[in-house]
């Protein structure tokens, strides 16, 4: 395993293996301070192809003045440890000037689809996720890029991206990894003092809520946001920023849910400082069920 620093030497090493050597490349875009979420993107890229290359790059663009851009968990001798385990080829971890280099001026919006909820809640954000995911696939020139459902609007987002800038790239969306209690492993989960990471298992509570109304018959897509904003106001350290209940595929609002039409149901909360997010997705009953959930082995919990 190699850890690449460079944008240049990057693009070389990944031009020589799809050139020289016909190797189909995954490229895993993660942020570091690595899990289980991250690592089951990397089982998969390992499965699937034969080069892979994880990209470990805290991007300041897509974090708001007043975010947490500075106390990001880094930690990338640990994040080399867990994906040497792997067998990951390379990891690209790039300083801030070599993926903005001095005058940095160009943007990539992707439309609509930026603009509800995490879009609304963190301006800037998803223009931040484009830009930089333009820059690392035109760097990589990866054939497959592996992405978590735990952010289900980046990959509606992503989605978009590719297509309409052409990337040649295919994109695989894997399930959130959650913990026993059902709290989605996420890097900022670190920030959680032990009573906030017991009580932020209200998102996915909250959530399971949303899915049993649904399944009972609920079709208002407002009462079904309160059911879940209601369990999650119910517990007193976590307070609530949004709930949307929106088309799993376009983003759209509805007031009634139509029979159709895969819906999301995702929210962002505050547990003590640290703000989370999660989402549920539900399918249409005549389509395949996606109720399944993924966690950890308790051992590992
Ligand atoms: P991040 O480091 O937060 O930018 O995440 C990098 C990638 O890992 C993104 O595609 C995330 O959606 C994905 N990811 C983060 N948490 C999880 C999780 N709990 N389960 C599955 N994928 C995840």
């Known amino acids: 395993m190699e850890i690449i620093n460079r944008r240049q030497r990057m693009a070389s090493v990944a031009r020589k293996l799809r050139r020289e050597e016909e190797k189909t490349i995954g490229l895993v875009p993660t942020m570091g301070a690595l899990h289980e979420g991250h690592l089951s993107l990397v089982r998969e890229a390992r499965r699937m192809c034969d080069v892979v290359i994880v990209s470990v790059f805290v991007n300041p663009a897509q974090f708001g003045p007043s975010e947490d851009f500075n106390r990001y968990p880094r930690d990338l001798t640990g994040d080399t440890t867990k994906l040497a385990d792997y067998n990951v080829d390379y990891i690209f971890a790039p300083p801030v000037e070599e993926v903005y280099p001095k005058n ?8 609509g689809l930026s603009e509800p909820m995490e879009g609304s809640a963190r301006p ?17 020139r990866p054939d497959f890029a592996f992405f978590g459902q735990k952010d289900a609007q980046q990959v509606l987002v992503v989605k978009r991206l590719v297509r309409d800038l052409a990337f040649d790239i295919e994109v695989v969306v894997l399930p959130t990894i959650r913990e026993q209690t059902g709290l989605a492993l996420s890097s900022r989960n670190a920030y959680l ?3 906030q990471h017991k009580a932020a298992g209200v998102l996915y509570r909250a959530l399971s809520q949303g899915r049993e109304v649904y399944l009972e018959g609920e ?4 009462r079904l946001a309160e059911a879940v904003r209601a369990q999650v106001e119910a517990e007193p350290l976590a307070r609530i920023e949004y709930v949307g209940v929106v088309d799993a ?6 007031d009634r849910i139509p029979e159709d039409r895969p819906v999301l149901i995702a929210l962002a909360a505050h547990v003590g400082n640290t703000r989370l997010i999660d989402n549920i997705l539900l399918q249409p009953a005549r389509q395949k069920a996606h109720t399944g959930r993924l966690t950890l082995p308790a051992a590992e919990s």
Do not use: P
């Open 104 to 111: 940095y001026s160009t943007y990539v919006t992707v439309e």
């Open 193 to 195: 003092s032990e009573e």
């Open 124 to 140: 800037g954000h998803f223009r931040g996720v484009a830009t930089v995911l333009t820059v690392l696939f035109n760097t990589v």
């Open 219 to 222: 079709r208002s897509a407002r």
């Open 249 to 254: 595929e376009t983003m759209e609002k509805f």
